[in-house]
């Protein structure tokens, strides 16, 4: 509270001297950014988005000349802080997190969302990737993928944890079934945590968790992994395979959040803040805390992530649909 | 004797300097944002956050873990002062802690408050110091039947908090948990009663709820006796307040509601997610239950205040276990510390306590610390705090609205939640006109969501199969215990028909 009460009067004092200094000039790429920055960060405060809202924030004021002040409004996965942005002017002085949920999942599952993802938001960079594993319990006996979609042949019923509906969590359940010819039941939780401690007391048979939150079960062999969801093996754990070459082909789930501003932003100015962005990315003390809090750095073109976006949504309109998400 | 050995070596940790004032730090902030309505503990910890950057872990962890449980000291002043719970788990403590300021004995209900807490936290530190291991093996045993058992038993023996008629609190119990069905459907993500209105898909605050039923509701309520209390009680009813001697036989008359109140505490507070908030409304609830004169609950029993308070004290503490035998977050604000670890490079997980003794011997011999302060900081206040009271309404209601309007903002920064505390403020004033009690509506509101979530997951997990919650023995021990209680209840309803007397606790 008084660090950002405290900010923002830091960011007028700053603001005043520069808004009457120059001339109303729109918003040309030039002069951007002509005032403070407002970053929506879309979670409360504590979360990983946070997390790495307050890293990223002080370089980015070094690097565009202009105090960032960070907006924790937050409500239903992230959707409130997006649409604030969404309805923002489009100058490029307002953006925010949009996390894979909010962008690429929740259109399908809430078709009535205040804005369109794609339509109303325009993609600055592609931020970090949330690298997730599915595991078991060493009493379980399994040891390999291979091994689990047998039992899960063999034993209908077999159940599975995320941190709740609609999470890549639970896309990557979803997609593992349709892909492996199983049937696992989802057991949606309220987070990554409670799910843990019902695998730990063997209620669930399996969990798709994010890899932070498990590495140190990982390392004390309390828990199995079976495989990464993501196509490419995580440097955050790169011993354990990942689920495409443990048999399933061509699978591929990621949970990530990335940088969108308003659409109708000029493209010099998404530019500008792509540029700012992806070097504060690559920074290597970023990236290296960012790897410590078990994130992987993720910078990108614009649109690289406009096509990402789009293409995920799809991927995951479909797969909504077949694994009948919806009817229920 | 390894225990002492471990605590002899955790308190060289804590009493080094540097960690020894970063705790202390963390109480006194803890303390305050306690005592100002609104503020969470999760918001003042994620405000502090970056200030453990440049801190060791040990010292990072104990400033936390310092605003966490100094937080449950202070959230009870306002609730006897006001009727204005500080966090949500001092709810209960307003049922009889606000009565007997009203009867001039704030200072009592204040002193039991700390007295309380502070026993609490003992119990719940010593139980953690010489079982943590044990009891982070009950966390495990404890599966979506085992929480819906014992969810049962708190709904059923909880039925009761309310004073007054028995239908209005079971109407008040079903409004509440109505009002927690609204937001996203668990299983299915289905948004429930929101009305289109996207910030509702989180389900109401509790935070924004329990502020307007109680504190804002109550501020109506007082707003035409603006002067009321000096004119009922006479000029000598304020000097009243403002003592803090203790009645004679409090402490007697609350010995056992403290003892049950903490060792419940302590078991609930292992359990991650259901935790203080849960414990505390179910110790008043076995305290009015076993009461031999449960009238006297809601109308100003000081068993009302010490039970619930040692309640969420000691499960304040016990709720590290898991966190650090673990390393699983039981609550949003145990995974923020957790995330503090994790930002000093510390892997939370199975082998913390093995592989950093430091962390866990230190964190456990500065709870004694911070608790010692804590009682050493609050007994001076006492009499400051019961003098607040002497401040004239018209001062002071405005700005405890203020206070409570910034706090529920602070928490998500939605302008909806302050709406919301106003909505719920008058609909506690035209229910308490009625003469309709909220804290069932509280507890259904609390419980309800967690009832059926439990219960459906159970049911996911057994192919929706009935009979695993009488096979799993922690469920069935539970769910007989329910299904006792609900006998006795008829039996004594029964027995008191044929003996031909009225119902009493019936008169509000």
Redesign the interface.
């Given at each position: 509270?008084?660090?950002k009460v405290l900010s923002l009067l830091i960011a007028a004092a700053i603001a005043a001297p520069v808004s009457m200094a120059l001339p109303q000039s729109g918003a040309e790429a030039a002069d951007f950014p002509t005032k403070p920055l407002r970053f929506h960060v879309g979670f409360?405060?504590?979360g990983?988005t946070?997390?790495v809202a307050?890293l990223i924030a002080p370089r980015l004021e070094q690097e565009l000349g202009q105090p960032v002040v960070l907006?924790?409004?937050?409500?239903?996965?992230g959707?409130?802080g997006l649409?604030a942005v969404a309805k923002a002017d489009p100058d490029g002085h307002t953006f925010g997190f949009g996390v894979s949920g909010a962008l690429t999942v929740q259109p399908t599952?809430?078709p009535?969302?205040?804005f369109d993802p794609i339509e109303d938001l325009a993609p600055v960079t592609m931020a970090v990737i949330n690298p997730l594993v599915l595991v078991v319990r060493p009493e379980s006996g399994i040891k390999t993928l291979q091994q689990f979609i047998e039992q899960a042949k063999s034993r209908p019923?077999m159940?599975y944890g995320t941190a709740?509906?609609?999470t890549a969590m639970h896309l990557a359940g979803q997609l593992l079934n349709q892909e492996a010819g199983i049937e696992l039941?989802h057991?949606?939780?309220?987070?990554s945590?409670?799910a843990?401690?019902?695998l730990?007391?063997?209620?669930?048979d399996s969990v798709i968790i994010d890899v932070?939150t498990v590495?140190?079960?990982l390392?004390?062999g309390?828990l199995v992994p079976l495989g990464v969801t993501t196509p490419e093996r995580t440097p955050l754990a790169p011993d354990i395979p990942t689920i495409a070459e443990g048999g399933v082909d061509g699978f591929g789930v990621s949970s990530w959040f990335g940088i969108l501003t308003t659409a109708g932003t000029p493209p010099e100015v998404v530019a500008r803040l792509n540029a700012a962005l992806v070097s504060v990315l690559e920074d290597p003390e970023v990236s290296k805390?960012l790897l410590?809090?078990?994130l992987q750095p993720a910078p990108s073109s614009p649109e690289a992530f406009r096509d990402r976006i789009r293409t995920e949504a799809r991927k995951n309109a479909e797969l909504i649909k077949a694994a009948g998400?919806l009817q229920? | 004797m390894d225990t002492l050995t471990n605590l002899l070596y955790g308190l060289s940790v804590a009493l080094e300097w540097q960690n020894l004032t970063w705790a202390l730090f963390g109480v006194i902030v803890g303390n305050l944002i306690g005592v100002l309505p609104g503020i969470g503990v999760l918001t003042a910890i994620s405000i502090l956050l970056p200030l453990t950057y440049a801190m060791t872990p040990v010292a990072a962890l104990m400033m936390l873990a310092g605003i966490y449980y100094g937080a449950q000291y202070g959230g009870g002043v306002t609730s006897i002062l006001l009727n204005l719970p500080g966090t949500p788990t001092n709810v209960p403590t307003c049922l009889d802690g606000h009565p007997l300021a009203r009867q001039g004995r704030a200072g009592s209900a204040l002193f039991m408050l700390i007295f309380a807490s502070f026993c609490g936290a003992l119990v719940g530190i010593t139980i953690m110091m010489l079982f943590a291991p044990l009891l982070s093996t009950v966390a495990y045993r404890f599966g979506p039947a085992e929480y819906f058992a014992m969810i049962t038993l708190g709904l059923v023996a909880g039925s009761t908090v309310g004073k007054g008629s028995a239908v209005k609190s079971l109407a008040m119990m079903v409004l509440g948990l109505i009002l927690g069905v609204v937001g996203t459907d668990i299983n299915t993500g289905t948004p429930r009663f929101t009305f289109g209105v996207i910030e509702l898909t989180d389900g109401l605050s509790l935070i924004a709820v329990a502020m307007g039923l109680f504190g804002v509701a109550n501020f109506l309520l007082d707003v035409n006796r603006i002067d009321a209390p000096q004119r009922q009680h006479g000029p000598g009813f304020l000097s009243g307040m403002g003592s803090v001697r203790p009645h004679a036989g409090d402490v007697r008359q609350s010995r056992g509601a403290i003892a049950r109140g903490s060792l419940l505490g302590s078991g609930l507070g292992v359990l991650p997610g259901t935790g203080a908030l849960t414990a505390s409304f179910m110790a008043y609830a076995i305290e009015k239950r076993i009461s031999r004169k449960p009238e006297r609950f809601g109308n100003g029993a000081i068993e009302g205040v010490a039970a619930p308070e040692a309640a969420n004290n000691s499960a304040a503490q016990t709720a590290f276990v898991p966190t650090l035998v673990l390393g699983i977050p039981g609550d949003p604000v145990m995974a923020l510390m957790l995330g503090a670890l994790i930002l000093h490079g510390i892997q939370p997980g199975p082998q913390l306590m093995a592989a950093h003794a430091d962390i866990f011997w230190g964190l456990i011999a500065s709870f004694w610390i911070g608790n010692l302060l804590l009682v050493a900081l609050n007994l001076p206040l006492l009499g400051m705090w019961a003098r607040l009271l002497t401040v004239p309404y018209r001062h002071l209601y405005p700005f405890a609205l203020l206070c409570v309007a910034v706090g529920v903002y602070s928490t998500s920064a939605s302008v909806l939640d302050v709406g919301m505390v106003l909505v719920f403020g008058v609909l506690g004033y035209g229910l308490r006109k009625l003469r309709f009690e909220p804290a069932p509506l509280m507890l259904g509101f609390v419980l309800g969501p967690m009832f059926e979530e439990y219960f459906r997951r159970a049911l996911l997990i057994s192919r929706g199969d009935l009979t695993i919650f009488l096979v799993k023995p922690i469920s069935a021990v539970f769910l007989g215990l329910t299904g006792l209680l609900i006998g006795w209840l008829i039996l004594s309803a029964l027995r008191r028909e044929q003996l031909g007397s009225p119902r009493p606790a019936q008169e509000t």
């Open positions: 509270m008084w660090k409360p405060p504590g990983s946070d997390r307050r907006d924790n409004t937050a409500g239903a996965g959707i409130v649409n599952l809430k009535n969302l205040p019923g159940t709740g509906v609609g039941t057991v949606g939780y309220k987070g945590g409670p843990l401690v019902d730990l007391g063997g209620h669930v932070i590495k140190a079960h390392e004390a309390k805390k410590e809090g078990g998400m229920r | -």
